[in-house]
């Protein structure tokens, strides 16, 4: 099962408080870079779509990534950069 930690939960509240009307967090992998993710706000779950609900957060995934999701925690570490990132790790 996916699990997220307290840092991600933090930042991902953050940015659905700035959204009035999007309240959905998109899971994606970055095709680029396997460990690494793309999360995004959505208004609504598509026909393809999975919805995740951990600790109120509501996450979607499209079915055919879920695979890549089980067992691991999201987490989010701010690279050195500047550039916020989110992580997903085996657990």
């Keep these: ?11 991902l509240q953050k940015k659905l408080n700035k959204s009035e ?12 870079c396997w460990v690494k993710l ?3 706000l959505d208004e609504s779950i598509h026909p393809n779509d999975e ?8 996450f979607i ?7 890549y999701f089980s067992n691991n925690q999201i987490d989010y570490v701010p ?3 500047g550039f916020m990132e989110f992580v997903a790790e085996a657990v």
């Design 79 to 81: 690279d050195q950069t």
């Design 51 to 58: 919805e995740i609900i951990i600790d109120g957060l509501h």
């Design 21 to 32: 009307t999007k309240k959905f967090i998109r899971l994606q992998l970055r095709f680029s």
């Design 38 to 40: 793309k999360l995004t």
């Design 1 to 11: 099962m996916l699990s997220i930690t307290d840092a991600a939960k933090t930042e």
């Design 61 to 67: 995934i499209d079915k055919t990534q879920l695979h």
